[in-house]
Nanobody, 122 residues
């Protein structure tokens, strides 16, 4: 089971940190991905961390950082320099036996959290 939190309202240029707490498993074992869905758009990949490293969507590279806290069984998504186009519901998900080239494929993820809303105002 996954619990995402940390969303909220932020101004452009500000920062937010999302957290995804996993229960019933360890974040060290699985690939943990963050996806987002903006209003009226399809869900898209944002970032993922797993045994084969980290992968980011091009538009968030240099602004977002994904990290694992094995002791807390939590994965964080630090989001800096936020833009209005980052506005979306953010979901975390876990997958097993992924390689880095498959991290962006949401079909590879088996368990999903409930989502947390990020709203960035201009």
């Amino acid at each position: 089971q996954l619990q995402a939190s940390g969303g909220g309202l932020a101004q452009a240029g500000a920062s937010l940190r999302l957290s995804c707490v996993a229960s019933g498993g360890t974040v060290r074992t699985y690939t943990i991905g963050w996806f987002r869905q903006a209003p009226g758009k399809e869900r898209e990949f944002v970032a993922a961390v797993g045994r084969h490293g980290t992968v980011y969507k091009d538009s968030v590279k240099g602004r977002f950082t994904i990290s694992r806290d094995n002791a807390e069984n939590t994965v964080h998504l630090q989001m800096n320099s936020l833009k209005p186009e980052d506005t979306a519901v953010y979901y975390c998900a876990t997958g097993a036996r992924l390689i880095s080239s498959t991290y962006p494929d949401e079909r590879r993820y088996e368990h999903w959290g409930q989502g947390t809303l990020v709203t960035v105002s201009s």
